[in-house]
């Protein structure tokens, strides 16, 4: 009789027969469920400048396509330098004769009400979100919309006790604040942006990404059921030009960024000299490291949501896999039966676990990285998923094989496609977790809690989860070392961003 | 210094590995926002179906019960499309009962509790007299239920051995094994007790999770960390093990979400009535009610459909 340690092993494996395989295969196909909510699109979104919706001086405007199918949601304004000047001028025109005099307490009853009325339409703003975007509505649902709600939430509750913000001093807001946002995560970034500034009395003026501003604009709608004060938030969209607009202008006490290190050098650059305060929130390359004595489907869990989460398009996503080597091949084994379920397509779908990457551009960017990966020598795994003939989408993609000198290992993908590497010791995971040019997050996976402190003190990056990945909380500060930028968002820290010590 | 029994619960938890609570949490929350429609939904409804174990275990069981369960057995709402059930489950005593009801040639198994059930307090040679006298009356199956005290204090050659022993009884009999999830109460626990039940079972031999008479019982949490334990084990042995979570299994949603699980963990070999069951009754007609509502579009009243027993 087979006693504990001796693990029962049938002769047909040692007769040489295959090992054995699981079967994810078609019996039993998932109808399709889509999500039917009417994402109530306007075809044409002018700028929102001064509390109204303004034509565009130039009178340009420019297709937001949905990258899901490609085909074109709406015309959006191109804003020029004269329009940023417009928005900046309501801007201060509001800060000077409204909102940096209004008590906080009655700044927090209008940011209750955007957090109120975007919660009654939660399910319009996902699905916009999603067609904009190209992210699974299920993401949309369950994280961006009620995320974007709670900062909204957490930080009208700030507005009236910023007495207690800085313990000792007294805090002022700056002014009018400059913000330009990314497009992985249009409205939550907004939120991210928005509601901290508007906490401490700041006026705003922002740009979204050029391929997601359908929601900001939706948002905007929001700010007049309201009542926000005209110019209190003015919405600029367009592309870089109108970004580099933005950060330059002159009013503009404080710039915040979130987006490429790259841009954000550039921003950088062209305000070195200025007395303007900044906050960069910028690239990543994070480490997810698993020790061998981790709970290793939870882990694979973690890994999975870590680097396909949104499609990989998440500064923080656990892009490199750092695996102890005694755990390796069965991390591996276990990562590619989970990928195997995973669902790839129409965003819309209520099933769908990975959508569409966000536009032509970037699936380029992940195309040719993922060819230099395969160049270098490492070795590919994707499933053998279907993908819709028409929108931009890239299957899962793991890299194994790789060395901390593969480009696949240093630069950002911004994609879903992550890079397998391996260590031996404590001192080696940490060793190459730190040997990148960015410091934005970690996870780290580990049965034993003396581990996880050891690790979490030595792991330069601004986030360090335990056990788990991508967990995000309005409370919580939020933001990177070295080239991954500097200030932070979210929590008391977030707040202190916005404002000056009196 | 660690006791004897602290050391053993070690070795067993390095050797099967560990289990994240908050982790395995969140993996089957994820199986409940699945939206299963029209034919995808119509079909695990009706695979739902033939993989139910029609129970009933309770005291004031009679052979006219039990003789109803069987005909509600064979024909679950008297409609040609739909599966009979996989099996019935009863007590040893009413087996010949079932077996006269359902004859001889018939594709509904007969499955009976046995051991002691629930409790397994019983001596070992009772147990497997037990055992022995439900397959002569004509069992299929028989569902044991692990010695959960034995485990708890750490004595895991005991718990196999018996489950060994039983298996011999069984003679050609399926298996089932208990493990009581609510008793061995963390995750960790039952990862390892499948474990110890695996190695001595044979191919499509079962562990269950509960006998359905305590308060918590299957959960989509403990069929997650017993499936992952039976695909470990699969992959690292060849056998395949087969799963039956019991209890609390109330509605067709539920069922769903089960077989999702299954789907994503096991994949298309174990989506069958040989290698997955619902220990369930009162799930039966919610399953059929909902396939009624696949089909004509429109819910019809519980009294359309024969009651076969008291919730389980």
């Known amino acids: 009789m087979p006693t504990l340690t001796e693990k029962k092993r049938p002769t047909s494996r040692s007769a040489g027969r295959p090992a054995p395989e699981l079967i994810f295969g078609d019996l039993w196909e998932f109808d399709p469920a889509p999500e039917t909510a009417d994402p109530k699109l306007k075809p044409r979104y002018d700028l929102f400048i001064g509390g109204k919706f303004v034509a565009p001086v130039s009178g340009k405007y420019f297709d937001s396509i949905n990258p899901a199918n490609e085909t074109k949601l709406a015309e959006i304004a191109q804003a020029n330098a004269a329009d940023v000047d417009a928005a900046y ?38 699905v916009a979100e999603t067609m904009d975007g190209g992210k699974a509505i299920k993401e949309s649902r369950d994280f961006d919309v009620p995320m974007a709600a709670a900062h909204f939430f957490y930080h009208a509750g700030w507005a009236d006790k910023l007495d207690y913000v800085a ?262 995971a940490v060793e190459k977790a730190n040997n990148t040019a960015y410091g934005l997050s970690a996870g780290v996976w580990t049965d034993k809690g003396s581990r996880i402190l050891k690790m979490s003190t030595e792991l330069k990056a601004g986030v360090v989860w335990a056990n788990t990945y991508n967990k995000f909380d309005p409370a919580s500060p939020f933001g990177g070392y070295k080239e991954s930028g500097f200030g932070r968002e979210g929590g008391r820290q977030g707040l202190l961003d916005y404002c000056k010590l009196v | 210094m660690a006791t004897p029994a602290q050391h053993v619960f070690r070795r067993l938890f390095d050797e099967v590995g560990p289990v994240d609570h908050v982790g395995i949490e969140e993996r089957v929350a994820k199986y409940t926002t699945r939206s299963i429609k029209k034919g995808a939904k119509l079909w695990g409804l009706k695979t739902a179906v033939s993989m139910v174990d029609l129970t009933t275990l309770e005291g004031k069981d009679t052979p006219g019960k039990v003789e109803s369960l069987c005909q509600k057995a064979l024909s679950p709402h008297g409609d040609p499309d739909i599966p009979t059930v996989a099996a019935v489950c009863v007590y040893p005593s009413m087996v010949k009962h079932a077996r006269r009801a359902l004859g001889e040639d018939t594709a509904v198994r007969i499955a009976s509790v ?143 979400q089960f077989l999702i699980a299954v789907k994503e963990t096991l994949g298309d070999e174990w989506l069958n009535n040989t290698r997955y069951r619902f220990g369930a009754s009162s799930l039966l007609n919610d399953l059929l009610r909902q396939i009624e509502k696949e089909k004509t579009g429109a819910y019809q009243a519980p009294y359309y459909f024969s009651e076969a027993a008291e919730s389980y």
């Open chain 1, 89 to 126: 001028q309501a801007a201060k025109k509001a800060y000077d004769t409204v909102w940096g005099k209004m008590p906080g307490r009655e700044r927090a009853k209008y940011i209750f009400r955007i957090a109120r009325l975007l919660q009654d339409r939660a399910r319009e703003f996902a």
């Open chain 1, 167 to 428: 313990p000792g001093r007294r805090v002022a807001p700056l002014g009018v604040v400059g913000q330009v946002i990314p497009w992985n995560f249009p409205l939550l970034m907004l939120a991210w942006k928005l509601a901290p500034a508007l906490a401490m009395g700041n006026t705003i003026v922002i740009k979204p990404a050029e391929t997601t501003s359908i929601t900001a604009l939706k948002l905007a709608e929001i700010f007049q059921d309201a009542g926000l004060p005209a110019g209190v938030v003015n919405i600029v969209t367009g592309f870089g030009d109108t970004g580099a607009a933005v950060m330059d202008h002159p009013i503009a006490a404080k710039v915040a960024f979130t987006g490429s290190t790259e841009v954000g050098k550039i921003i950088m650059r062209s305000l070195a000299g200025t007395d303007k305060k900044m906050t960069m929130e910028l690239g990543g390359k994070a480490a997810n490291i698993v020790f061998d004595d981790a709970p290793i489907d939870q882990a694979v869990e973690g890994i999975v949501n870590g680097i396909f989460f949104n499609q990989g398009h998440v500064c923080c996503a656990g892009s490199r896999l750092l695996v102890q080597e005694t755990v390796a091949a069965e991390v591996l084994a276990k990562l590619k039966n989970r990928v195997k379920v995973l669902r790839i397509g129409d965003p819309l779908d209520k099933n769908t676990d990975i959508g569409a990457i966000n536009s032509k551009e970037q699936l380029g960017t992940i195309e040719r990285l993922v060819a230099t990966g395969v160049k270098e020598g490492a070795t590919m795994f994707q499933p053998a998923c279907k993908l819709p003939s028409k929108g931009y989408y890239f299957r899962p993609t793991i890299f194994s094989g790789v060395s901390m000198s593969h480009r696949i290992a240093r630069e950002e993908i911004f994609g879903p496609v992550l890079s397998v590497l391996t260590f031996r010791t404590v001192d080696e």
């Open chain 2, 114 to 256: 046995a051991t002691a059930f629930p409790s397994g307090q019983a001596p070992l040679r009772t147990r497997l007299a037990e055992v022995k006298s439900a397959v002569a009356d004509g069992a299929d199956e028989i569902d044991m239920v692990i010695n959960r005290g034995a485990f708890l204090a750490g004595e895991f050659q005991l718990v196999q051995d018996e489950i060994a022993a039983v298996r011999e009884a069984c003679g050609a009999a399926t298996l089932k094994v208990i493990l009581e999830v609510s008793e061995l109460e963390t995750y960790d626990n039952i990862r390892a007790a499948s474990f110890i039940a695996m190695r001595v079972l044979r191919p499509n031999d079962f562990i269950k999770t509960s006998t359905g008479k305590t308060t918590l019982n299957a959960t989509l949490g403990n069929n997650q960390v017993m499936l992952e334990a039976i695909r470990d084990f699969y992959l690292d042995t060849g056998t395949p093990i087969a799963m039956k979570p019991a209890g609390g299994i109330r509605t067709a949603k539920q069922a769903l």
